[in-house]
Nanobody
């Protein structure tokens, strides 16, 4: 079973940037995804990264603004977010998928979840 430590959330002004970190142990066994849930909304998949080759997948609505990466030495997956907007305000979660050959940010594929970190975009 995966263990998680998420960090990096906080308050940022519109147009700003944040980098979220997710320490996943043992990360090399899992595809890792990032999701978010805004108040009153369903949780959405944002991006994921494959364990086999580190290739990423992005949902269309974050392409060009969010970048996922992984550091296998430190068991860490990052989500760098730029040009943040108020509508990006949400609790952000990382999650681990132990089975899929290729990752997709679909919640049903992820049995293991981090505790979440709050991101608030506001002036």
């Amino acid at each position: 079973e995966a263990q998680f430590v998420e960090s990096g959330g906080g308050l940022v002004q519109p147009g700003g940037s944040l980098r979220l970190s997710c320490v996943v142990s043992p990360s090399h066994f899992y595809n890792v995804g990032w999701f978010r849930q805004a108040p009153g909304q369903e949780r959405k998949g944002l991006s994921c990264i494959n364990s086999a080759d580190g290739s990423p997948y992005y949902a269309d609505f974050v392409k060009g603004r969010f970048t996922i990466s992984r550091d296998n030495v430190n068991n860490t997956v990052y989500l760098e977010m730029k040009n943040l907007k108020p509508e990006d305000t949400a609790v952000y979660y990382c999650a681990a998928d132990p089975k899929s050959r290729r990752c997709l940010p679909h919640q049903i594929l992820y049995p293991y979840w981090g505790q979440g970190t709050q991101v608030t975009v506001s002036s």
